[in-house]
């Protein structure tokens, strides 16, 4: 069996997906160089869940910081197999 650093949210998965249905929005740009335009989005526009590129957001400590936690937390916590 493989090993994989690869977090979820197990059962809270369904409600999270039913939120970004709701919530979330996603649009495409076809660039040769989408990097380039990533780039310039995520330093111009105030993107709160985004950590790269995006310590101008007034969240990104918090953020920083409540993901670490959440890391610890979940690698702390038994693996149940289904």
């Known amino acids: 069996m493989g090993r994989t650093e690869r977090l979820t949210f197990s059962d809270?998965?369904?409600?999270?997906?039913?939120?970004?249905?709701?919530?979330?929005?996603?649009?495409?740009?076809?660039?040769?160089e989408p990097w380039l335009i990533e780039s310039?989005?995520?330093?111009?526009?105030?993107?709160?869940?985004n950590l790269d590129k995006n310590k101008h957001s007034?969240?990104?400590a918090a953020l920083t910081v409540a993901r670490q936690s959440q890391r610890e937390t979940?690698?702390?916590?038994p693996v149940l197999l289904r």
């Open 40 to 49: 310039k989005l995520i330093s111009e526009l105030v993107l709160p869940l």
């Open 58 to 60: 007034g969240f990104h």
């Open 12 to 32: 809270g998965e369904t409600a999270l997906s039913a939120w970004m249905d709701e919530h979330a929005r996603v649009c495409w740009y076809v660039a040769p």
């Open 74 to 77: 979940a690698r702390n916590l």
